[in-house]
């Protein structure tokens, strides 16, 4: 029992030499009590895509109870001027939900991309708790004209052979057909086409502004090499509508640095059009 004793103690010296060390050095500040409304955004944030003549946009609030009214002051952290956001939310006695609209004045240009980040106070929200959402919300907004144009059958027939359902859109302003989200979310397919239905080249892969490219990322990252890209053969083999077939053929060469996956002809046959 003595000797256990003996260690306990010299224990208890050690560390209290480590801490006395450690207040010589650095001031611990400690973190904010865990809030007792817990008051949080409904989900992350992401893309919010709007029309061209939208002038607002919403995000919602929730809390864990309806008890009582309570008012949550909202701190915004990013946002372009052209964007007025409250500057809190309020919930009413027994709502466990609120919608705040944020709107858009002069400034906003289309097809350009917005960040915009706003925080609950650390003293409203409850990170502990089992169910609870987040205290920030990322946004980014956007105004575009992209509209369905048709639906179809997309057959990637070079790294996965698969087919599946996707929908074709276009917009009139930049007069660019996009295949939206094709291999990976938030990676599109962009072409230019006249659209004639004719059985010739006049179409070609683009980037969003428009301009003409022949390798672009598919959004497919390979666990061992990396950014899958395409590469356009246009040049070498036919590209182009099949009016007969209603059906595009892409010819397609998917590489990495390391090499090539090999290469052969995608397709999207149109099944119908709005």
């Given at each position: 029992m003595k000797l256990n004793k003996i260690f306990l103690l010299a224990g208890i010296a050690v560390a209290g030499m480590w801490m006395s060390a450690c207040s010589d050095d650095d001031d611990y500040t400690p973190g904010q009590p865990a809030g007792q409304y817990d008051v949080s955004f409904v989900d992350e944030g992401g893309m919010t895509v709007l029309?061209?003549?939208?002038?607002?946009?919403?995000?919602?609030?929730?809390?864990?109870?309806?008890?009582?009214?309570?008012?949550?002051?909202?701190?915004?952290?990013?946002?372009?001027?052209?964007?007025?956001i409250p500057?809190?939310?309020?919930?009413?006695?027994?709502?466990?939900e609120t919608e705040v609209k944020a709107t858009i004045g002069e400034g906003m240009e289309n097809f350009?991309?917005?960040?915009?980040?706003?925080?609950?106070?650390?003293?409203?929200?409850?990170?502990?708790?089992?169910?609870?959402?987040?205290?920030?919300?990322?946004?980014?907004i956007l105004k575009e004209d992209y509209a369905p144009w048709a639906e179809g059958v997309f057959a990637e027939n070079?790294?996965?052979?698969?087919?599946w359902e996707q929908t074709l859109e276009?917009?009139?302003?930049?007069?660019?057909?996009?295949l939206p989200n094709l291999i990976a979310e938030g990676t599109h397919f962009y072409f230019k086409w006249d659209g004639t239905g004719a059985d010739d080249q006049t179409i070609y892969f683009c980037d969003?502004?428009?301009?003409?490219?022949?390798?672009?990322?598919?959004?497919?990252?390979?666990a061992k090499y990396g950014m899958?890209?395409?590469?356009?053969?246009?040049?070498?083999?036919?590209m182009g509508f099949d009016a007969t077939e209603n059906t595009f053929y892409f010819p397609i060469e998917m590489t990495v640095?390391?090499?090539?996956?090999?290469?052969?002809?995608d397709t999207y046959t149109i099944t119908s059009k709005y």
């Open positions: 029309a061209l003549e939208d002038q607002s946009f919403t995000f919602t609030l929730t809390r864990a109870n309806g008890e009582g009214e309570l008012t949550v002051p909202l701190e915004v952290v990013q946002k372009p001027d052209f964007v007025q500057s809190s939310a309020t919930f009413k006695a027994g709502e466990t350009v991309e917005y960040v915009i980040r706003v925080n609950i106070p650390e003293n409203l929200t409850n990170p502990y708790a089992d169910a609870s959402g987040s205290p920030m919300y990322n946004m980014v070079v790294l996965f052979g698969q087919e276009y917009s009139a302003i930049k007069k660019i057909y996009r969003a502004d428009g301009k003409k490219t022949v390798k672009f990322a598919t959004g497919y990252v390979h899958v890209m395409a590469n356009i053969l246009a040049d070498k083999n036919w640095s390391a090499g090539s996956f090999g290469a052969g002809y």
